[in-house]
C-alpha cells in the first residue's frame, strides 16, 4: 500500500455522494459496512444506502452511560463511536479454525467471498486496528483469520469534531485526525453548507475518490476543517497523563489501590469485550454427534475470568484485584514491552460500558496519588508475597 | 486431506500415531508418539500442544531424547479432562500434535562448569532431555546432580532410569520425598534441602529448575544463598495456555509471553516477578 501525502487529491463532496461511494464500493466486490441504529446503539454492519447510516443521531456517553439523542442537523457521523468496534469484521468473536475428522482428514471453512470495505472508522479505530495488527500479524506466527479478513480492507476513516465524554485520543496521541493506514479520510463539515473535505490515502482510495461527482478542496474547506478537528482537541471528555505510566504501574504492582477497585469491579468481562485493541481468544472442540469429526472453535476471551488463568489446581489470578491489575498493567505498560506499542487508544469504550463506571483515566490519577514511590516505606528485599520470604 | 493453507498450518495439529504407552504412575504415563519419517527434531525445554479429539488440546514438555527424533516422548500426568483422555490413549490411537514451541534450556552456558539440575513431582519430564544431552557429551560438563524432590515415594518419576544413573559415575543423584513410606530409607524434606548435600562450585554453576512455582521460588532462593549467579538459575514457567504461538494471549507472564519467550526464563530476566503474587 502506497501512503499518499494528507492533502494529496483533497475533494469536497455533498452529502448525497455518500450514497454514490457506498455504490462504488459495492460494484468494487466490497460488503461495505457502517454504522445504523440497532436497539438503540449505533452498531456497524451492512450498509447499502445512506438511509442506513443514522443521519441526525448522536451518542451521550459517559461513565456507565450511553444514550443516543436526535441532533438539530443532518450529521451523517455526528456521533462519537458504537459499542463494538471494527475488531468483530476482523478478528470475530467466533470461527471455526478446522474441522477435525478421526480418520486423521482435516478440512477448512470456505474463505469469506467479499472483501470488507468500512465506512466511518474513527481515528482512534484506525489506531487499534494498527495495533491489532501489530499484536495478530507481526509475531512469530501470524493469525490466519485476521490477515484474510485484513488483507483486502478498504478503509474510509472520519475524522472527530465532535469527540464524546468518554474520548481520551488526544491524551494517547491517537486522534482526533485519522493518522496512516486509511484508504480514504473525510472531515464532515456542518458550517453553512453541509458537505465532506476528503483525501485519498492510497492509490486505491484515489482511485475511488476519482469516480465520485466532486469539485477540488479550496482553502476555506481546509481551514474549517482544519479549525474543527483542532477544536476536537480540546474538547476530550477525558485525559489522561501516560508520561511515565509504564514504570509507574509496574512500581505500584502491590499498591492497596487494586482492592479498592477490586471492590468496584464485577469482572464482568464488558471492557474486555467493547475494547477495539484486546484480542485474548480461548479454543474450544465441539465434537459431532457422532463422533466422528470435531470442529475447533475460537471465541474471544477475557482476563477477567477465573477460567483465563486456570492451571491444574486453580487460576493463577483468582483475586478481582489480580485481574484488573493484569489488565490495566497489559493495556498501558506490558503492552509496550510485548509489541512496541501501547495497548489503548483513548476511545472510551471501557468507560461508557463498564456497567460500575470504572474511568481507567482516573484509576491512573489515583495511581499517580498513591505512588508507592514516593508515599510508602521502602521496603528492602523483594515484594511481600503470600509464600514469599520474610 | 485439503492441504492447510501455510498460514494456518501451525495452528492445525497433525495426526500421529501412538507407537507405546508405558505406565510411570498411578496418573501419569509416558507415550511415545511416531512422527513422520524425519522425525520431530526439538530442543530440551520445548514443549507440544497434544490434542485428544473432541475433547481439547494442552501445552506438555517434550520429555525425550533429543539425539533420538524419530521418537517424540511426552510424560503426562491425568489433572482433568483432556490429560485424562491423553493418558487413555492405546498403542495405534492417534494424538493430535502442534510444535515444538518455545524455547529451550540454556545448555550452551552450562558447559565447562557444574550443573545442577532441580525438579520436583512431574518438573523432572521437561528436564529429562537435559540430563539426556548432558550424557551424549559429558565431558564438556563438570560435577552434574540431579535434586529430585516428589510428594512420596510413589510419585517419583522415571525411577529405573534413576536407579542406573545412581549405579554410574556421570550424574550424582540425591532425591528427597514429602513423606515417606514403609520401604522409603532415602531422605525427608523438601527438595531445596538437598542443594546443602549437593557437591558443586557455585561460581559458574548453571542450574536448571522445574516444579510448582512455590518450590521453584524457594530454590531460586536456596541457590542465591549458595552463591550461585541469577542468571545462571533457569526456570520453566506454566501458564493456561490455548495457542502455544503467541496469539491467544492466555500465557502472559507479566511483560512475557510464555510461549513464545519461554517457557524457560533466567531468574534474572524477572526479578521483579518472582515473588509477585498472581501475575
Ligand atoms: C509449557 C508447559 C509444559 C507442560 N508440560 C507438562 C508435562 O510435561 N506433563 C504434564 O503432565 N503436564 C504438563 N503441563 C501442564 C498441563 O498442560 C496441564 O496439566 C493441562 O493443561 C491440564 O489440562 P486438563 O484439561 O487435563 O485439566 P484441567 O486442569 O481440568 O484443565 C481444564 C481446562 O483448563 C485448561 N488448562 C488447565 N491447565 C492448563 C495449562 N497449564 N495450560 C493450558 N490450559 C490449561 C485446559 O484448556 C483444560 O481444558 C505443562 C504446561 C505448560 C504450560
Ligand atoms: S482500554 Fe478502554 S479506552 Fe483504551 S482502547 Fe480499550 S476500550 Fe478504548
Ligand atoms: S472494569 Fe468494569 S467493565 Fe471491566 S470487568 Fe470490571 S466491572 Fe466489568
Ligand atoms: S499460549 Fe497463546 S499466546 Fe501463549
Given at each position: 500500500?502506497?501512503?499518499?501525502?494528507?492533502?494529496?487529491?483533497?475533494?469536497?463532496?455533498?452529502?448525497?455522494?455518500?450514497?454514490?461511494?457506498?455504490?462504488?464500493?459495492?460494484?468494487?466486490?466490497?460488503?461495505?459496512l457502517?454504522?445504523?441504529?440497532?436497539?438503540?446503539?449505533?452498531?456497524?454492519?451492512?450498509?447499502?444506502?445512506?438511509?442506513?447510516?443514522?443521519?441526525?443521531?448522536?451518542?451521550?456517553?459517559?461513565?456507565?452511560?450511553y444514550r443516543?439523542?436526535?441532533?438539530?442537523?443532518?450529521?451523517?457521523?455526528?456521533?462519537?463511536?458504537?459499542?463494538?468496534?471494527?475488531?468483530?469484521?476482523?478478528?470475530p468473536?467466533?470461527?471455526?479454525?478446522?474441522?477435525?475428522?478421526?480418520?486423521?482428514?482435516?478440512?477448512?471453512?470456505?474463505?469469506?467471498?467479499?472483501?470488507?470495505?468500512?465506512?466511518?472508522?474513527?481515528?482512534?479505530e484506525?489506531?487499534?486496528?494498527?495495533?491489532?495488527?501489530r499484536?495478530?500479524?507481526?509475531?512469530?506466527?501470524?493469525?490466519?483469520?485476521?490477515?484474510?479478513?485484513?488483507?483486502?480492507l478498504?478503509?474510509?476513516?472520519?475524522?472527530?469534531?465532535?469527540?464524546?465524554?468518554?474520548?481520551?485520543?488526544?491524551?494517547?496521541?491517537?486522534?482526533?485526525?485519522?493518522?496512516?493506514?486509511?484508504?480514504?479520510?473525510?472531515?464532515?463539515?456542518?458550517?453553512?453548507?453541509?458537505?465532506?473535505?476528503?483525501?485519498?490515502?492510497?492509490?486505491?482510495?484515489?482511485?475511488?475518490?476519482?469516480?465520485?461527482?466532486?469539485?477540488?478542496?479550496?482553502?476555506?474547506?481546509?481551514?474549517?476543517?482544519?479549525?474543527?478537528?483542532?477544536?476536537?482537541?480540546?474538547?476530550?471528555?477525558?485525559?489522561?497523563?501516560?508520561?511515565?505510566?509504564?514504570?509507574?504501574?509496574?512500581?505500584?504492582?502491590?499498591?492497596?489501590?487494586?482492592e479498592?477497585?477490586?471492590?468496584?469491579?464485577?469482572?464482568?468481562?464488558?471492557?474486555?469485550m467493547?475494547?477495539?485493541?484486546?484480542?485474548?481468544?480461548?479454543a474450544?472442540?465441539?465434537?459431532?454427534?457422532?463422533?466422528?469429526?470435531?470442529?475447533?472453535?475460537?471465541?474471544w476471551?477475557?482476563?477477567?475470568?477465573?477460567?483465563?488463568?486456570?492451571?491444574?489446581?486453580?487460576?493463577?489470578?483468582?483475586?478481582?484485584?489480580?485481574?484488573?491489575?493484569?489488565?490495566?498493567?497489559?493495556?498501558?505498560?506490558?503492552?509496550?514491552?510485548?509489541?512496541?506499542?501501547?495497548?489503548?487508544?483513548?476511545?472510551?469504550?471501557?468507560?461508557?460500558?463498564?456497567?460500575?463506571?470504572?474511568?481507567?483515566?482516573?484509576?491512573?490519577?489515583?495511581?499517580?496519588?498513591?505512588?508507592?514511590?514516593?508515599?510508602?516505606?521502602?521496603?528492602?528485599?523483594?515484594?511481600?508475597?503470600?509464600?514469599?520470604?520474610? | 486431506m485439503?492441504?492447510?493453507?501455510?498460514?494456518?498450518?501451525?495452528?492445525?495439529?497433525?495426526?500421529?500415531?501412538?507407537?507405546?504407552?508405558?505406565?510411570?504412575?498411578?496418573?501419569?504415563?509416558?507415550?511415545?508418539?511416531?512422527?513422520?519419517?524425519?522425525?520431530?527434531?526439538?530442543?530440551?525445554?520445548?514443549?507440544?500442544?497434544?490434542?485428544?479429539?473432541?475433547?481439547?488440546?494442552?501445552?506438555?514438555?517434550?520429555?525425550?531424547?533429543?539425539?533420538?527424533?524419530?521418537?517424540?516422548?511426552?510424560?503426562?500426568?491425568?489433572?482433568?479432562?483432556?490429560?485424562?483422555?491423553?493418558?487413555?490413549l492405546?498403542?495405534?490411537?492417534?494424538?493430535?500434535?502442534?510444535?515444538?514451541?518455545?524455547?529451550?534450556?540454556?545448555?550452551?552456558?552450562?558447559?565447562?562448569?557444574?550443573?545442577?539440575?532441580?525438579?520436583?513431582?512431574?518438573?523432572?519430564?521437561?528436564?529429562?532431555?537435559?540430563l539426556?544431552?548432558?550424557?551424549?557429551?559429558?565431558?564438556?560438563?563438570?560435577?552434574?546432580?540431579?535434586?529430585?524432590?516428589?510428594?512420596?515415594?510413589?510419585?517419583?518419576?522415571?525411577?529405573?532410569?534413576?536407579?542406573?544413573w545412581?549405579?554410574?559415575?556421570?550424574?550424582?543423584?540425591?532425591?528427597?520425598?514429602?513423606r515417606?513410606e514403609?520401604?522409603?530409607?532415602?531422605?525427608?524434606?523438601?527438595?531445596?534441602d538437598?542443594?546443602?548435600?549437593?557437591?558443586?562450585?557455585?561460581?559458574?554453576?548453571?542450574?536448571?529448575?522445574?516444579?510448582?512455582?512455590?518450590?521453584?521460588?524457594?530454590?531460586?532462593?536456596?541457590?542465591?544463598?549458595?552463591?550461585?549467579?541469577?542468571?545462571?538459575?533457569?526456570?520453566?514457567?506454566?501458564?493456561?495456555?490455548?495457542?502455544?504461538?503467541?496469539?491467544?494471549?492466555?500465557?502472559?507472564?507479566?511483560?512475557?509471553?510464555?510461549?513464545?519467550?519461554?517457557?524457560?526464563?533466567?531468574?534474572?530476566?524477572?526479578?521483579?516477578?518472582?515473588?509477585?503474587?498472581?501475575?
Open positions: 500500500m502506497t501512503q499518499r501525502s494528507a492533502t494529496d487529491a483533497a475533494v469536497v463532496f455533498d452529502p448525497a455522494t455518500i450514497d454514490l461511494l457506498i455504490a462504488e464500493l459495492s460494484d468494487r466486490g466490497y460488503t461495505v457502517g454504522p445504523r441504529v440497532v436497539s438503540d446503539a449505533i452498531v456497524y454492519g451492512p450498509v447499502t444506502s445512506s438511509s442506513d447510516l443514522p443521519v441526525g443521531i448522536r451518542d451521550r456517553q459517559d461513565a456507565a452511560s443516543l439523542e436526535d441532533r438539530d442537523d443532518d450529521a451523517v457521523f455526528g456521533y462519537v463511536c458504537g459499542p463494538q468496534g471494527w475488531k468483530r469484521f476482523l478478528h468473536p467466533e470461527t471455526t479454525l478446522f474441522t477435525a475428522a478421526a480418520d486423521g482428514d482435516v478440512s477448512f471453512p470456505p474463505p469469506a467471498d467479499a472483501p470488507l470495505a468500512f465506512l466511518g472508522v474513527r481515528a482512534c484506525l489506531a487499534a486496528i494498527h495495533v491489532q495488527d499484536v495478530l500479524l507481526e509475531g512469530p506466527v501470524a493469525d490466519p483469520v485476521y490477515r484474510s479478513n485484513r488483507d483486502r478498504f478503509i474510509v476513516a472520519v475524522d472527530c469534531t465532535e469527540p464524546g465524554g468518554t474520548c481520551f485520543c488526544a491524551s494517547t496521541g491517537t486522534g482526533p485526525a485519522a493518522g496512516e493506514g486509511f484508504d480514504i479520510a473525510m472531515v464532515e463539515l456542518l458550517d453553512a453548507t453541509h458537505r465532506f473535505l476528503a483525501r485519498a490515502g492510497t492509490d486505491l482510495g484515489a482511485e475511488v475518490l476519482a469516480a465520485l461527482p466532486s469539485r477540488p478542496a479550496r482553502s476555506d474547506d481546509q481551514e474549517q476543517a482544519g479549525r474543527h478537528v483542532a477544536e476536537a482537541r480540546t474538547a476530550m471528555g477525558r485525559s489522561v497523563d501516560l508520561d511515565g505510566v509504564e514504570e509507574l504501574l509496574y512500581a505500584n504492582a502491590v499498591n492497596p489501590h487494586w479498592d477497585i477490586a471492590r468496584r469491579c464485577l469482572a464482568c468481562t464488558n471492557c474486555t467493547v475494547c477495539p485493541t484486546c484480542f485474548c481468544t480461548t474450544e472442540d465441539r465434537p459431532s454427534l457422532d463422533l466422528a469429526s470435531f470442529d475447533r472453535v475460537r471465541l476471551d477475557s482476563c477477567f475470568t477465573l477460567d483465563f488463568s486456570y492451571i491444574h489446581g486453580g487460576p493463577v489470578r483468582s483475586s478481582v484485584s489480580a485481574r484488573y491489575r493484569q489488565w490495566m498493567t497489559h493495556k498501558l505498560a506490558s503492552w509496550h514491552a510485548q509489541f512496541g506499542t501501547g495497548g489503548c487508544v483513548g476511545c472510551g469504550r471501557c468507560i461508557t460500558w463498564c456497567p460500575v463506571g470504572i474511568d481507567l483515566t482516573e484509576e491512573v490519577r489515583r495511581f499517580r496519588d498513591t505512588d508507592l514511590r514516593r508515599i510508602a516505606v521502602p521496603v528492602a528485599g523483594p515484594f511481600p508475597v503470600e509464600g514469599g520470604p520474610r | 485439503a492441504l492447510p493453507d501455510p498460514l494456518i498450518a501451525p495452528l492445525v495439529p497433525a495426526w500421529w500415531p501412538v507407537r507405546s504407552v508405558r505406565r510411570e504412575l498411578a496418573d501419569t504415563v509416558t507415550l511415545e508418539i511416531e512422527p513422520p519419517p524425519g522425525g520431530l527434531v526439538f530442543e530440551p525445554g520445548q514443549f507440544t500442544m497434544l490434542s485428544a479429539f473432541g475433547i481439547g488440546e494442552i501445552p506438555i514438555s517434550i520429555s525425550g531424547d533429543p539425539g533420538a527424533p524419530h521418537a517424540l516422548v511426552q510424560t503426562i500426568r491425568s489433572v482433568g479432562p483432556v490429560s485424562s483422555a491423553l493418558t487413555a492405546r498403542p495405534g490411537d492417534r494424538i493430535g500434535v502442534r510444535g515444538p514451541f518455545g524455547n529451550g534450556w540454556p545448555l550452551e552456558d552450562a558447559r565447562g562448569a557444574d550443573v545442577l539440575v532441580v525438579a520436583g513431582g512431574i518438573g523432572l519430564a521437561p528436564l529429562r532431555p537435559v539426556y544431552t548432558i550424557l551424549t557429551d559429558r565431558d564438556a560438563y563438570g560435577r552434574v546432580s540431579l535434586l529430585y524432590g516428589a510428594r512420596s515415594p510413589s510419585g517419583l518419576l522415571y525411577l529405573d532410569e534413576i536407579r542406573g545412581m549405579a554410574g559415575l556421570d550424574i550424582d543423584v540425591l532425591l528427597t520425598v514429602d515417606g514403609p520401604g522409603w530409607h532415602g531422605s525427608v524434606g523438601v527438595v531445596t538437598l542443594i546443602r548435600r549437593a557437591s558443586f562450585e557455585p561460581a559458574g554453576t548453571t542450574a536448571f529448575v522445574c516444579g510448582p512455582e512455590i518450590m521453584m521460588r524457594f530454590t531460586k532462593q536456596a541457590l542465591e544463598s549458595a552463591g550461585v549467579d541469577e542468571e545462571r538459575i533457569a526456570v520453566s514457567m506454566e501458564r493456561n495456555m490455548a495457542c502455544g504461538v503467541g496469539l491467544c494471549g492466555h500465557c502472559q507472564f507479566g511483560p512475557f509471553f510464555v510461549c513464545k519467550d519461554g517457557p524457560v526464563f533466567r531468574c534474572s530476566d524477572m526479578v521483579e516477578l518472582c515473588w509477585l503474587k498472581e501475575v
